[in-house]
Structures are given as C-alpha cells and as structure tokens.
C-alpha cells in the first residue's frame, strides 16, 4: 500500500522551512539596511535618521503619497492674494504680484538645500532666452528664509528672481503634495544617484536650517505658469513625489508658444 506523501517528506519540507525562514530574515535585514542608507542620503534630520528602524515618528504623514488636493484657479488666486514672499534684500511682495503685470514661470522648491531643485533650477535657466525673448520671467520660490534664498543664489548662480516663503503659505495655498512618503520612492531614489553623477550635490548646511527640519524636508514643490493677470494662471504643475519634473518641453510650449 502506498504511503501518503505527507508521511514520507516531514524532514524535507522540515528542512525546507528552515531554510525558508533564514532567507527571509536575511532579505529583511538587508532591506532594514538599505532602508536606512536610503534615509541617510534624503532625510534633513540627523534625530530621523537615528529613529529610522522606528516608524512612527517617520511616517506621521499629513497625506498619502503623490496626493495634493484639487483647487480650482480661482479658489488657488483668492488663497492666494493675501500671501507674501521676500526678494533676496528682504522686501516683502504679494505672490500673486509676480505675475500680476506680466506673465512668469514660477518654480517652487523643495528647499534652497535640495538636490533635485537644482537640477530644476539649472534646467529652467537653460531656457532662459527663450522666456526672456517672449517676454516672460523666470521665478523662483523656496520654503525657507531671506538668508537660506541668498545662499541658494550665491552657490547656483540662478538666473532668475528668487523669492523667500519662510511662512510655507504659498504651498499651503496651493496645496502641494507633502509626506514622508512623497519623498521615500523608488524613482526618487534613482534620481538623486543619477544627479550625483552628474555632479549635483544636496547642501545639507541649508537642509538642516530649523525651519527646513522642523517641516520635516517633506515638503514638494511644482511649477506654475500665470499672468499678465492675477487670474491668468495657464498652466500648473504639481509634483507628486521628491524630483517629479514634468518634460521641459511642456513648461516651453506653455509660456512661450
């Protein structure tokens, strides 16, 4: 009479577990490192990265990832006409003044410290002849301080006008993407190592500035494209995740065609 094959694999399928289970662990904990090696490149707070292996203070997020809540441009204008942002000698202008008289591409920040909007920076410059024969102007916006925006000038070089939102209001305004999530993705991941091999570099001077931390550095940004008009907004762009640029070719069919 023939055996069941239970009865006659027990120390087989035993061994196999075992097996199973010591993979599995190994897989785990070289997940759990490469984890915490990714947060050692993103993260702008040293106190995270030590509680890296402790979710709760990393994923007290206000939204899910990529998620920015829909506005409409007129509710976006009336949010936004009482916020102002600070030139780089400290005067104080209302935002929607930007594009008030003119029309703008305006760019908004990560931070002044982070690696992707540099990137962004350097390739909104790199079209800055084609804006300035169209008589647009090319702006942009970070989350921080009059000191952090000088700094991001002096080291990029920007082209463009540079703007302080130390209050974060115009991103509340416009409700941009904001999370741990949004910044911990696999493509983002793959981006920063590709811009530094391209030689961009994260000033993590700046990202470490107060506000920046206290924010938590999961703050995305995007561009929008408005004006002459406070009501004229033409095009917006809201990133859904850390380095999430649209096509280049997008933002100059936009404002310049």
């Known amino acids: 009479m023939a055996m069941p094959i239970r009865a006659t694999l027990p120390a087989t399928a035993s061994l196999a577990g ?15 490192r490469n984890f915490d090696q990714a947060l050692c490149i993103f993260s702008p707070s040293k106190e995270r990265i030590r509680c890296s292996r402790f979710f709760p203070p990393l994923f007290a997020v206000s939204e899910p990832i990529g998620s920015a809540s829909p506005v409409t441009y007129e509710d976006l204008t009336n949010s936004l006409e009482s916020v102002e942002v600070f030139d780089i000698t400290g005067k104080a202008i209302g935002i929607t003044d ?6 703008a591409v305006i760019a908004f920040a990560r931070h002044f410290g982070c690696v992707f ?41 920007f082209k463009g006008e540079v ?5 974060h209001s115009s991103y509340d305004a416009i409700k941009f993407a904001y999370g741990v999530l949004t910044t911990f ?12 091999l391209e030689g961009y570099r994260q000033d993590w001077e700046l990202s470490f500035k ?3 931390v206290e924010r938590g550095g999961w703050q ?38």
Not at 25 to 31: L, N
Not at 163 to 167: C, I
Not at 185 to 196: C, D, M, N, R
Not at 229 to 248: F, L, Q, T
């Open 18 to 32: 075992k097996r199973f289970m010591r993979l599995r662990s190994s897989v785990t904990a070289t997940r759990i």
């Open 98 to 103: 930007l594009w008030r008289d003119r029309k």
């Open 117 to 157: 909007c540099r990137k962004r920076a350097d390739l909104l410059a790199s079209k800055k002849e084609l804006m300035d024969a169209a008589g647009v102007a090319l702006v942009l916006v970070g989350p921080g301080t009059v000191e952090q925006a000088k700094a991001f000038v002096e080291q990029t070089k």
């Open 163 to 167: 703007y302080a939102d130390p209050t």
């Open 185 to 196: 993705t696999p493509s983002a991941g793959k981006k920063i190592l590709e811009l530094y």
């Open 210 to 212: 107060k506000n920046t």
């Open 220 to 257: 995305q940004g995007g561009i929008i494209i408005a004006g002459p008009g406070v009501n004229n907004i033409s095009y917006i762009h809201k990133d859904k995740e850390a380095g999430d640029d649209p096509p280049i070719e997008d933002i100059i069919k936009a404002c310049c065609q």
